[in-house]
């Protein structure tokens, strides 16, 4: 009897190595596909500057900027994490997105620390209706701010003002930090696709949101 379970154990062994082996060169696969997306989306402004692995699904990008308002800027890239089946599993049933981050020093440390956080809420008549259905009409309120501050700073409300004027960039977390680094954005993974039509301007909005934070220091 114990014949026949150790060599099950065995191949069990044997089919989560082969399974973890098969996805550490999809991810590495990705990876370079990733790469490209990013240096599209970084045209005029700057370049990949090397790959660091930080697990079998995230890695880390840094890249080298013309602007002067980046330091030490790097994108960190989250997969699905395929090598895990239970972690995949609970992440797809979490409606978790694979995501882009945005890290970066700036000239000076912002005087505060900020940190946003990008809610979507729908309201349905009936719990079974399907949002992404045809037939449904939006209406995009205007942006309501949430906070725990018995005071409202002026170089918050700069930021405020730069996030709010740069449109649609499906922002998931922008913060600011006054400790390296400084300056944080997560997106979905897909707002830097070929296809995505804010794919050019992405840069450009990040810049933006940074300088709301260096002006009002000056």
């Given at each position: 009897?114990?014949?026949p ?7 069990a062994?044997?089919a989560?190595?082969l399974?973890?082996?098969y996805c ?15 240096e599209?989306?970084?045209d005029g402004?700057?370049?990949v500057?090397?790959?660091?692995w ?5 890695f ?6 013309r602007s002067?308002?980046?330091h ?12 895990f089946?239970?972690r ?6 979490h409606?978790?997105?694979e995501?882009?981050t945005?890290?970066a020093d700036l000239?000076?440390?912002p005087?505060?620390s900020l940190?946003?956080?990008t809610y ?18 939006y209406?995009?309120?205007?942006p309501?701010?949430l906070?725990?501050?018995?005071d409202w ?10 996030l709010v ?7 998931l977390n922008v913060?600011?930090?006054?400790s390296s680094p400084?300056f ?6 897909e707002?830097i696709t ?23 220091q000056?």
């Amino acid at each position: 009897m114990l014949v026949p379970f150790a060599l099950s154990l065995l191949a069990a062994a044997a089919a989560c190595c082969l399974w973890y082996l098969y996805c550490v060169r999809h991810a590495r696969n990705r990876a370079i596909q990733v790469l490209g997306w990013i240096e599209g989306t970084l045209d005029g402004h700057g370049h990949v500057a090397g790959l660091e692995w930080q697990s079998p699904s995230r890695f880390q990008v840094p890249i080298r900027l013309r602007s002067n308002i980046f330091h030490d800027a790097s994108l960190v890239v989250q997969m699905f994490p395929r090598e895990f089946p239970l972690r995949l599993l609970l992440s797809r049933l979490h409606k978790e997105q694979e995501t882009v981050t945005f890290e970066a020093d700036l000239d000076l440390a912002p005087v505060f620390s900020l940190d946003l956080h990008t809610y979507r809420m729908y309201a349905r008549t009936r719990k079974d209706l399907d949002p992404e259905g045809s037939g449904w009409h939006y209406e995009q309120s205007t942006p309501f701010i949430l906070t725990t501050r018995s005071d409202w700073r002026k170089e918050i409300t700069a930021v405020i003002t730069s996030l709010v004027s740069s449109g649609d960039r499906k922002f998931l977390n922008v913060s600011f930090r006054r400790s390296s680094p400084h300056f944080r954005a997560v997106l979905p993974l897909e707002a830097i696709t070929p296809g995505n039509p804010d794919r050019p301007q992405m840069f450009e909005a990040l810049r933006e949101l940074a300088a709301g934070s260096s002006a009002s220091q000056v």
